[in-house]
């Protein structure tokens, strides 16, 4: 076996066992059934009334920013080093760290709790072994127990990525959904989301289809970066997202020659499906959804618009998005940037189902934000 065929079989062992090592029922020392919550934003306040119906005790909330007063529930806001909490309950009660977003880095926060004597962080992942079950699946996070079912994809994956940058950032994302541990937390690109400097560029001028255009902030950051745009067609289903799109085209448009908007969502086929809207960039598709939304599937609506470049960011319908787009991508083989952090499996799924289509690519994933957040898939055309 090659030094390289060596390394990769050690790092998918690696994976594999730690998959069929998951204990899910973590074995905490409870001091009367006791929790402290580190954060109290929306995510908090779920994972609060989550341990509160799972029988646990919330004795307050933690918060860098708290004020004199603040309260949730009549339970307290505090600082880390409020002296109300004692040293005894800081170095016994775990602390489950509600910080699941991309803004916020978590390993700085679990050493910083240290420093004030709080020596048992739980992070999201395990937090979802106490209570994951009353608080749902949030973007990729999901039970441990998951893996076991998906171990022969997981290995296949190993194989799609091209670089060692994406094997290894592949291998980091796995260990830490997998035992909740930041032992090597992958350090973020912030800067150059969907044009990382380490991968073959794109084919310019582009011929962008930007699926999820929010409120054009993608084709803000190729016009800053002064990457030409030759044809756009645009995609965003909330009427709030898409409006703010309209508004920014209309200062650009002389920097763009052929412009298409469509208030539409992205999906497998050309259909009116549920959609909870209204709450700016995490509006999506969901069965439990405040409106009914026109959604398209690309093949149908603009089969000649030849795109060398298809971004997705849909907030976890990208599959069901490329499947709709397969006939434009085979014909085209046009660049991708295709989120894969918002539902767990995404991860695998969509490399290996667009590796299946053999169109040609070669295969990169890259981190833009932290926490397993803006985890991107690149397929550029060899």
């Known amino acids: 076996m090659s030094d390289y065929g060596s390394l990769m079989a050690a790092d998918i062992n690696d994976i594999l066992t730690a998959i069929r090592n998951v204990k899910v029922n973590p074995d905490l020392q409870l001091m009367g059934n006791k929790l402290i919550i580190y954060g109290a934003g929306n ?12 029988g646990f005790s919330v004795i307050a909330f933690l918060d860098q920013n708290a004020k ?24 016994n009660i775990p602390v489950v760290l509600a910080v699941h977003n991309r803004d916020v880095e978590i390993y700085p926060i679990i050493e910083s709790l240290k420093t004030y004597g709080y020596f048992n962080a739980l992070t999201p992942v395990i937090l979802f072994d106490l209570c994951g079950d009353e608080i749902g699946d949030r973007y990729w996070l999901t039970s441990r127990s998951y893996y076991r079912q998906q171990e022969d994809a997981i290995r296949e994956c190993f194989s799609v990525w091209d670089d060692d940058a994406s094997r290894n950032l592949y291998r980091d ?43 054009g902030d993608t084709i803000r950051q190729f016009l800053d970066m002064g990457i030409p745009i030759e044809a756009l067609a645009a995609f ?28 539409c969502g992205v999906y497998a086929s050309t259909d009116r499906i549920a959609f ?12 439990l959804g405040n409106t009914i939304v026109q959604c398209v599937a690309l093949d149908d609506v603009i089969p000649h618009f030849r795109p060398n470049l298809i971004k997705m960011d849909v907030e976890g319908a990208e599959l069901d998005a490329l499947l709709g787009a397969r006939k434009t991508i085979r014909e085209n083989i046009p660049g991708l940037a295709i989120c894969v952090y918002h539902r767990p499996a995404d991860l695998w799924q969509i490399p290996l189902m667009i590796r299946q289509w053999d169109c040609g690519y070669e295969f990169y994933l890259r981190l833009h934000a932290y926490n397993g957040f803006d985890l991107v898939m690149y397929a550029v055309k060899r």
């Open 43 to 54: 995510f908090g306040k779920d994972v609060f009334l989550a341990t509160v119906r799972k």
């Open 68 to 91: 004199s007063g603040d309260h949730y529930q009549d339970i307290p806001i505090l600082r880390p080093d409020d002296s109300r909490i004692s040293q005894e309950e800081k170095a």
């Open 173 to 215: 994302i796995l260990k830490y959904r997998i035992t909740g541990n930041f032992d090597t937390p992958s350090i973020p690109d912030r800067r150059c989301q969907y044009v990382p400097a380490d991968i073959p560029t794109w084919e310019k001028p582009l011929r962008f289809i930007d699926c999820g255009s929010y409120n």
């Open 236 to 263: 965003e289903p909330d009427p709030d997202n898409f409006l703010k799109l309209t508004n920014f085209i209309r200062e650009k448009e002389y920097m763009i020659d052929d412009i298409a908007l469509w208030p």
């Open 276 to 287: 909870t809207s209204g709450i700016g960039e995490s509006a999506k598709l969901c069965p």
